[in-house]
């Protein structure tokens, strides 16, 4: 296996000792394209250049060096900044290892969607390098809810019609679905692969909306209920529904279809309440016997 090895740390010293000279071009190189953070940090853009370096290894450094530097464009910043250091860089093949120190752990969630993005989809240019890892010091790089990243490659972050990057995540959540009687809560766990475009909070509500898919386990929310909108304001989830919530298509209670969407949500650490409302109105009442109004508060006494 082809094995090579590259310490940023000593990269770094090159920048200080060369300025701005790794950004020269030079006719008859690659052109590649180099990502980076708009100043918002809500999404990513690409600047060309051309490779003047020859071999994988300097093509590596090359990229990094500019991806570490202020570009061109000022509406931009650069994606390796003081948050956070690439220590080591691995090209093992056709995968390339990225070492990261632990100020990665403190990007925002979408920042660091979009860093990885932007490594990835700028590094899989060079010639023989398909794959992308990240590990922060010795440990695998994981998503928000401890599960490992693995493998990447550009395609995982596609462009949409607004220029977002479209990342996919595992993450393991703790749903309540009822029992043959409606009358009892059930929880279980279920890992998901999910769009890291869609908050948490909405996976959370989609997911109780498609289903169980263990026979032991029965369906809380009518299947035909659509998501107008959730979101989250001073601990508590706002889940804003549309009509066919209150048709109730299996024998189960009010009480249970309720406490399974606000129990699953406050798993969530961001959340400690929920408020249901149809169409953005809580002026009503549920099967007339639970005011929207309310704002739920997690309930175990229907466990099972």
Excluded: W
Excluded at 128 to 142: E, F
Excluded at 176 to 198: H, K, P, W
Excluded at 230 to 253: A, H, M, P
């Amino acid at each position: 296996m082809r094995k090579l090895r590259y310490f940023y740390l000593a990269l770094f010293g090159m920048l200080l000792l060369s300025g701005c000279a790794g950004r020269k071009e030079s006719g008859g190189g690659q052109t590649v394209n180099v990502y980076y953070l708009n100043k918002e940090e809500t999404k990513i853009s690409s600047e060309a250049h051309e490779l003047t370096a020859q071999e994988t290894g300097a093509q590596i450094e090359e990229l990094l060096q500019l991806m570490a530097q202020p570009p061109e464009n000022a509406e931009n910043k650069a994606v390796i900044s003081s948050s956070f250091t690439v220590l080591d860089a691995v090209s093992e093949g056709e995968q390339l290892v990225l070492t990261v120190d632990e100020g990665y752990r403190t990007l925002g969630a979408v920042t660091e969607v979009l860093t990885r993005a932007a490594l990835v989809r700028t590094l899989t240019q060079i010639n023989g390098i398909d794959y992308i890892s990240m590990k922060v010091r010795s440990d695998p790089l994981t998503d928000r809810s401890g599960n490992p990243i693995g493998i990447m490659e550009a395609s995982m972050f596609l462009d949409n019609a607004g220029d977002e990057i479209n990342s996919y995540e595992k993450a393991r959540l703790k749903l309540y679905f009822t029992d043959e009687s409606g009358t009892r809560l059930i929880e279980t766990n279920r890992t998901v692969v999910y769009n890291t475009n869609i908050s948490m909070e909405k996976l959370v509500v989609e997911q109780l909306i498609q289903g169980p898919n263990n026979e032991d386990f029965y369906p809380t929310v009518n299947p035909e209920t659509r998501i107008n909108n959730v979101t989250v304001k001073d601990g508590i989830c706002y889940v804003n529904l549309n009509e066919s919530f209150l048709t109730q298509t299996t024998n189960v209670t009010s009480e249970v279809t309720i406490y399974s969407i606000t129990n699953s949500l406050v798993e969530l650490p961001n959340i400690n309440k929920v408020q249901i409302s149809i169409n953005g109105d809580t002026e009503g009442t549920y099967r007339e016997t639970i005011p929207f109004s309310t704002i739920f508060e997690r309930n175990l006494e229907l466990l099972q």
